[in-house]
């Protein structure tokens, strides 16, 4: 199993930036992928970002450009730096792990831009 604790999130204003941490309670090079998703109220919960074991990272299109997912093996931590943050991008955002064939989540973080 996997456990992840997600932190980071908060409000901020439009064009402003905050960085999403998850750590995960085993070491990350046994988990095959690991990413992280968003819901917004009233909307289904969507891909944001995605890195697979050894392979590139993807993402939402809404997010390319602004958006950079990237891990810590030895802090066994995921990362995700938001930048020019827009309104749009309030959510909860909700880590997720790939192990053993299992799908496993965090508790989320609710992310809000404001002015």
């Known amino acids: 199993q996997v456990q992840l604790v997600e932190s980071g999130g908060g409000l901020v204003q439009p064009g402003e930036s905050l960085r999403l941490s998850c750590v995960a309670s085993?070491?990350?090079?046994?988990?095959?992928?690991m990413g992280w998703f968003r819901q917004a109220p009233g909307k289904e919960r969507e891909l944001v970002a995605h890195?697979?074991?050894?392979?590139?990272?993807n993402y939402a299109d809404s997010v390319k450009g602004r958006f950079t997912i990237s891990r810590d093996n030895f802090k066994n931590t995921v990362y995700l730096q938001m930048s020019s943050l827009k309104p749009e991008d309030t959510a909860v955002y909700y880590c997720?792990?790939?192990?053993?064939?299992?799908?496993?989540w965090g508790q989320g973080t609710q992310v809000t831009v404001s002015s």
């Open positions: 085993r070491n990350i090079l046994s988990i095959t992928a």
């Open positions: 997720h792990a790939n192990y053993n064939y299992n799908h496993y």
């Open positions: 890195l697979a074991r050894g392979g590139d990272p």
